[in-house]
């Protein structure tokens, strides 16, 4: 939602994206949901059938169909303003240095996320994109395969995160 909020507020002077996704939320779900079957985790498995019918139905309203009054368990109205929000082409729009972040060991929003970011807005001169190879959703520093286990042991912001969102702040405050 970062590049809705800027562009509602023109007295940012730029906008940081901390795992920010580029594509359908109903394929982030799927694909969250696929990935924590993989790991076999408890009832994943039996979440992913319901999950691809609810994408399904997510896929027929953006094609035009009417939306059930509830998508994904959620009120469809707000379900329909996510379906419509773009994020990258929110931010396309906007004239202020972002800086956008990744935790390559993330599962919730991936690479492929970060390189829809790349691809959008890598060619600006007003854009820093990072990404952290040891890092998840949370940006907390963990190794081998992203598990939901990591969020429940306490840990903090890998501190070279917070030392580049402090450069890039101070770099545009100049």
């Known amino acids: 939602m970062a590049p809705r909020i800027a562009k509602a507020d023109p007295r940012l002077a730029g906008l940081i994206i901390l795992a920010g996704n580029t ?3 109903e394929d982030l779900i799927l694909e969250q949901v696929e990935y924590l079957a993989s790991l076999k985790d408890p009832g ?6 319901r999950i691809r019918q609810s994408v399904a ?3 027929k309203v953006r094609a035009g169909a009417q939306p059930p009054s509830a998508i994904l368990g959620m009120p469809a109205a707000y379900m329909l303003d996510l379906i ?5 082409a929110e931010a396309r729009q906007l004239s202020i240095p972002m800086l956008i972040l990744q935790g390559e060991r993330d599962y919730q929003v991936t690479m492929k996320d970060f390189e829809g970011w ?6 600006r001169k007003d854009v820093a994109l990072k990404a952290y ?3 998840n959703h949370l940006f907390i520093a963990g190794s081998g395969k992203s598990k939901p286990s990591e969020y429940q042991t306490p840990g903090h912001v890998a501190e070279e995160v ?3 969102i402090a450069q890039w702040v101070h770099a545009i405050s100049k």
């Open 118 to 123: 790349k691809a959008a807005l890598g060619h």
């Open 44 to 49: 994943a498995q039996s979440q992913c059938d």
């Open 57 to 59: 139905e997510i896929k």
């Open 84 to 88: 419509r929000y773009d994020p990258v």
């Open 162 to 164: 917070v030392e580049d």
């Open 23 to 25: 594509r359908p939320l």
């Open 133 to 135: 190879p040891a890092l």
